[in-house]
């Protein structure tokens, strides 16, 4: 498991679909269908990373951020919709938000997927590998070999 | 040798100084007579200047010749001032002075002259003003006794009783000229608060009419309410009008409406001229137009009654109207012809009103851009939904079947992807009656036809405890497009259910439908009790995707398919706003469908 993820999404075969997707790459995926229910998540649990669908019922998703960021200021957020609103733009990223992803025409269910991914574990294994590699030697003190 | 005499020489300030020594000089000798002489003549060689008007007239004052003293200061009033406050107030020093010599009648009857005199010349708009409220006490003195007044004493008895209606109207437009200030004193306390009795009828009547042109609104106002009070009278009921539409507060007729609620029924001219206004200031579209269509039948061969109706109308922006009564007016007018004045005269009727539908249409043009922009954002967030949904669908399966494929899978994405279309498709279908431009005519009756809506979708009303009533008990017969009727009134139906969740309660909850026959509209008055619409949301409430609903619960599309369901069939649709106990819609529907003249719009 490489994280934890809510997803904050009112369409049903949509959420479904995502979250499959998400859960065959072997992230944790906690769904919820408004904003209430997003926060009252919040309060309990840390998480990863949120992805938020701007248009729900009751809260919409840039009062839901606002509401995220009160109890999570560092928390990665990507806002994924098929809508664009200019002056609720300039209020998310002034919320901060990591990513936007669209929706509609030019929705990508793997690229969604991959930019959870690379948000939630910013390295590949080879880069870990050779980030690991370039270290020198006896970068770190393993304390168990000194008792072997 | 005089100083004037030499004057061609030097300049004109100079010139001025050394005359107004000279004058000086001659006045501290004691020389009055010379002064005056000279000064006059000064005042001729320089007659925009008003330095020798005011010395003149300190000179008449040193004389005691008040009355010349009167005329030198209208004179010196009505040149040009350079410095507004030290022109008032040189004069009121003067006049200052006069009040402690004169008798307070003699003041007051020269205050009045002089009041007159400057009202009529091209003095100054404020140092007429200014000068009118130093006067004004003086001209509505206490001491003022009319009785005593040779002028008055004759015309308060003409007062007393219509018989000699037309001496006294002859004498008041004579005090008028001359004694403006002093004749509304007399009237205040002859007239104002006599007792209004049939023999003084006439008098009182027309004393209404001098208030009103002396703008005494408030006096005005009270004596036609208490003749009104007494006998309903067509003259005094439209100069009550006409007050409270030039004060703009209809307060008074409010009040006398409320006593006498049959005159908005009456069909003379003036009444229904101002009861077009009336109506206008009270926002009530329905009776508005009610009384331009009374006027347009009643009057339909008056030519200065039609041209003021088309007058209505372009202020109104009704082209339809102009248009249809355009033809109406010029065959009287042709009729009547006069020549060339006539044609003239229509030509440029002709372009005033070509110039406001051109505007009119830009205006339209502009509403129409937003409506298309408001709604191609919202189809386009409509359709996102399912596109997204497919392509997700896909994507995940493609990537799945890579590895395995059964049979199970592949039809569950099949009827995932069927679903999504059918929900695009009705997206389209709730747009059709904007769409579909088949017109199905026939006769049929509306009641009937709102008793079937109403029974299908009774599941949904019944779920949420709403009683409708349909108040006509007899059939109403229209010749239109029934299909469209009932997409009309299924979507008021389903509107009025939602507003009527939102208020979230479960007793009491009531769908109001009541039918009005015209001669020509039907009328009808659709009301329920829900969340109601706030004043501000009034004109938007048609808009295409606006809705106070969260989203998902309305696209916001209801109402405005209603509106262009009525557009399209030449009725209206307009929120009622006295209506408070919920909404209240106004639905006017043309009880004969002209298609030829609907498609050409």
Known sequence: ?148 | MTIVETMHDIDTQSNMKQVSDEIRELRLAGNLEEATKLCTKARHLFPDKYLFSIIQADLYFQQNDYEATFIALGEYLKKQPLSKNRFVANFAKRYYRLQQVLPKEKLSDLAEKLCITIDKSSADKNVIREVKDILRPDMVSINFLPEHSPKFASFIKLLEDDLNFNEFTKQEKILEKENRYQLEQVLDKYVLTRERVSSTRRIDTYCASIYEKFEKHDKAIKLLTELLSVRIEAVAARSLFRICRTIKNYDSVDNFLSKNPALIKNNDFNILYELVYYFEAKNDNIQLQRVLSIIEKSFAQNLPILETLKNFYIRFGMLEEIKRLEPTIRSITKDKGKGKYVEELEESETEIASTISELNSQLNHQKQLVAISDLTTGISHELGQPITNIRYTIQFYKKLLEKNLTKDSVFKIFDSILEETERMGALIKRLSPLTSSRNVLETYDLIDRIKKRVQLEKPRLDDNHIKVTIASKVPVTVYGDSVKFDQLISNLLLNAIDAIKERNKTDKNKIDIKVEDGTQDVSIFFSDNGVGIPFKNKNTIFDPFFSTKAPGKGEGLGLFIVWNLLKSQGGKIIVDTSYTNGARFIITIPKTFNLEKETKL
């Open chain 1, 1 to 148: 498991m490489i994280g934890t993820v809510m997803l904050v999404e009112d369409e049903i075969k949509t959420a479904d679909m995502l979250k499959q997707a998400l859960e065959s790459e072997d992230i944790e995926v906690l769904w919820v269908r408004d904003g209430r229910s997003a926060l009252q998540e919040m309060k309990k649990g840390r998480f990863d990373l949120i992805i938020l669908d701007l248009k729900l019922p009751e809260m919409t998703g840039d009062e839901v951020l606002e509401g995220i960021r009160k109890i999570d200021t560092y928390v990665s957020v990507i806002v994924y919709t098929n809508y664009q609103n200019p002056p609720v733009m300039q209020k998310l990223i002034n919320l901060g938000v990591e990513r936007y992803i669209s929706k509609g025409a030019d929705a990508n269910l793997w690229d969604t997927v991959n930019t959870v991914k690379s948000l939630l574990d910013p390295f590949t294994q080879d880069e870990k590998d050779e980030l690991l590699g370039s270290l020198s030697q006896g970068a770190f003190v393993n304390p168990h070999k000194d008792d072997e």
